[in-house]
């Protein structure tokens, strides 16, 4: 698979099968987001890799009558992503590595999807007792959740649905329409 076929197929999984990433997938995919790019290469990111049923239950329960939260008790494995604030950039850079893990992993044909956990305005709240819960130290910032594991059924995607370009690039300034 190359890099366009990743992106134009890559679609987040809600619904994972039993069986475990092994761990040489795992590094791959992590690899993927040690690799990324950022902002003057400060590298604000740090990866928690939770496994553990009891871990998983607790950061579902932080999520109570989110939609999130029947995805992450059904989970088996997921990646915390936690951000050096100390960078002007970090949560941007810290998006960009997570979007290279769900692109290694659709190589692999292993599915992701972000947990984001509550809506505004409980999502602060949640954030701060989860990076509670994993151990955070108070001078980084636990962002999201990533669900991470080999998809139900085998997910084919022909078109996404998405806006046209011509409603989204704009040639000098915003508005001006870009020509071939």
Known sequence: ??????????????????????LRDLMKILEAARQ????????PWYFIIIQRRDTLDKLAELMKGDVDE????????????IG??????FVFDCGRAAQNMTLAAWELGIGSCIISGPEPPDRESYRVKAGRLLKVPSNLRFLELMIVGYPQVKLTVRTKRRKKLEALVFKEDFGSTMTA
Not at 70 to 81: C, D, H, N, T, Y
């Open 70 to 81: 029947e995805l992450m008790k059904k989970s088996s494995l997921a990646v915390a992503i």
């Open 1 to 22: 698979m190359n890099v366009s076929e990743a992106v134009s197929t890559n679609v987040a999984v809600r619904e994972f099968r039993r069986d475990q990433v092994s």
């Open 36 to 43: 990324c790019q950022s902002g003057k290469n400060t590298q």
């Open 84 to 89: 050096d604030p100390a960078g002007e950039f």
